[in-house]
C-alpha cells in the first residue's frame, strides 16, 4: 500500500470516495451533495460498490477512503486498519485513518480524547423529556458504537451497567466513539412502568422507527432513533426482565437482507459473552423493535438481556456491561477484559405463549427448565381459584423468560421457549 490515503472520518456524513486504483489515477466515485447521506449511502452499497467496486475489480484498488456511518467499520486486516465497505459486495480494504472528529449530540460537543455527560432536552408533545447521555470520544480513530438502556421503563441492571460504562470507559484508551443513554425512557422510569410508556400506553420498543406526528411515545421513538439509535456504526440496546418478569440472560440479532449487516451484527453477539444466542430471520411479528429496525436501516444492532423482576444485582450488572466492552474489543475499540464469558450457542428459535383469559397465572416451570413439547407448563385461574385455562409448551425447549406476577392480562405475554 502505498500513496495518499485520504480518510474523510466523517463518521455522519457520507461525503466522498476517492478509490486509488493500482496503476490509475485516483477516481472520485461518489460526492453528490444533492443527495441526502442516506441516499449517498444506498447508491453507494447498491450501484457504485456493485459497478466499481465488485470483488474483480476491488482486488486492483489499493486504497479507498471515505464514508458513511453505515457502511464502514474499522477493524483489523493482517494487523493493520482497514476499512471493510459494506454492500452487496463486502470487501475489506487496507487505509490507514488520518483524523478523528468531533463527536456531538445535540448541545454536547467534545473532541478526540475527551468525555462529557449531560441531560438533552427533548420537546414531546408539550413534555419536556430529559435525555441523559454520555460522550466519549476516543483519542483514536474507529467505529462509533451507540448503547442504550432503559427503553423499558422498570428494567434495572441495564440501567445500572450503562451508568458504570459511562462513567469508566477512558477516551485516551479508546478507538472510535460512544454513545451511551443509561436511561432511554425516563417517562417510564420515573413512573416505574411495566411494559408500556406514560401518557399513552405504548409499548416503546414496538414502534420504532417511530412517527413525527404520532402519539407521544411514537414521537419519542422518532427522535431516539434519528438521534441516537441511527447515528453509529453499531448498536447495543440493553435490557432485561420487566418488573413481572424473569428470564435467563439473552443475546438476540434481527437477520435482515444485508449480508454484511448479519454478519456484523453476529460477530456482536458472538463476542458479549452470554450463551443463549437468537437470530431471528426478518422483524416477524414482534415488529418495530430498536434493534430490528436499526438492522432495517442497516445498522448493525444486538439485544441483550439479564436480570428482572424490578431488581438488580452486581451478576447481572456485570454481565451487561462485561458484554458491551467484549464487543468493544472484538472491534479493536477497547482493551480486552480477561474473562471471555460464556461462549454463544445459536438457538433454532422461540415461541412465545400468551394468556388468552384475564385471571391469576399460575406457571409450572422456571426460568432455564429444558420443557418437553406439550409438557404441561402453566395453568390461569380465577379469583375463585377455579382453573380457567391450561398451557402446554408448544415446542419442546429452553424457558427463557417467564412472567412472575399473579395478575394476568388477557394478550399479555406467559413464557418463551427457545428451542435448539
Ligand atoms: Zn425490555
Not at 23 to 40: F, H, L, M, Q, Y
Not at 212 to 234: C, H, K, Y
Not at 243 to 253: K, S
Not at 259 to 273: D, K, L, Q, S
Amino acid at each position: 500500500m502505498s500513496g495518499p490515503l485520504e480518510f474523510y472520518g466523517a463518521q455522519t456524513d457520507v461525503r466522498l470516495v476517492h478509490v486509488f486504483a493500482k496503476g490509475r489515477k485516483s477516481r472520485r466515485i461518489a460526492n453528490d451533495p444533492g443527495r441526502t447521506p442516506r441516499e449517498n449511502a444506498s447508491w453507494l452499497a447498491s450501484d457504485a460498490l456493485e459497478l466499481k467496486l465488485g470483488h474483480t475489480a476491488v482486488r486492483s484498488f489499493h486504497s479507498v477512503a471515505l464514508i458513511s456511518p453505515r457502511m464502514v467499520f474499522w477493524h483489523h486486516c493482517r494487523g493493520r486498519p482497514a476499512l471493510r465497505i459494506l454492500g452487496r459486495q463486502s470487501v475489506t480494504i487496507p487505509v490507514i485513518p488520518t483524523m478523528s472528529k468531533t463527536l456531538s449530540l445535540a448541545h454536547l460537543s467534545i473532541e478526540p480524547g475527551q468525555r462529557t455527560r449531560g441531560l438533552v432536552p427533548v420537546e414531546v408533545k408539550g413534555q419536556t423529556v430529559q435525555l441523559p447521555v454520555f460522550l466519549i470520544n476516543g483519542i483514536r480513530p474507529g467505529p462509533r458504537l451507540v448503547v442504550t438502556a432503559g427503553i423499558h421503563g422498570a428494567e434495572y441492571p441495564c440501567v445500572e451497567a450503562a451508568i458504570r460504562l459511562g462513567r469508566s470507559i477512558d477516551p485516551e484508551a479508546l478507538s472510535g466513539q460512544l454513545i451511551i443513554v443509561p436511561s432511554a425512557n425516563p417517562v417510564a422510569f420515573r413512573a416505574r412502568s411495566i411494559y408500556v410508556t406514560p401518557p399513552d400506553g405504548l409499548n416503546l420498543n414496538r414502534q420504532f422507527p417511530g412517527d413525527p406526528e404520532g402519539s407521544f411515545t411514537q414521537v419519542w421513538a422518532d427522535w431516539l432513533f434519528r438521534n441516537v439509535i441511527t447515528v453509529g456504526d453499531m448498536y447495543i440496546d440493553m435490557h432485561g426482565g420487566d418488573m413481572i418478569e424473569a428470564l435467563i440472560p439473552f443475546v438476540a440479532i434481527t437477520l435482515t437482507g444485508n449480508p454484511a449487516v448479519n454478519e456484523t451484527a453476529e460477530r456482536m453477539a458472538r463476542a458479549y459473552g452470554i450463551r443463549a444466542f437468537l437470530a431471528k430471520e426478518g422483524v416477524g411479528p414482534i415488529g418495530g423493535t430498536t434493534t430490528g429496525s436499526a438492522a432495517v436501516s442497516n445498522v448493525p444492532a444486538l439485544l441483550t438481556e439479564a436480570g428482572g423482576q424490578g431488581v438488580w444485582h452486581e451478576s447481572e450488572v456485570d454481565i451487561l456491561q462485561d458484554g458491551v466492552r467484549r464487543v468493544m474489543t472484538e472491534f479493536d475499540m477497547y482493551a480486552g477484559i480477561d474473562d471471555p464469558g460464556e461462549e454463544a450457542e445459536r438457538l433454532g428459535g422461540w415461541d412465545w405463549l400468551r394468556a388468552d383469559v384475564d385471571g391469576l397465572f399460575y406457571p409450572s416451570v422456571a426460568i432455564g427448565d429444558e420443557v418437553e413439547r406439550g409438557q404441561r407448563v402453566g395453568e390461569i385461574k380465577d379469583i375463585f381459584g377455579e382453573t380457567l385455562r391450561t398451557y402446554d409448551a408448544p415446542v419442546g425447549g429452553e424457558v427463557l423468560f417467564l412472567v412472575t406476577s399473579l395478575a394476568m392480562n388477557a394478550g399479555d405475554p406467559l413464557m418463551s421457549i427457545a428451542w435448539k
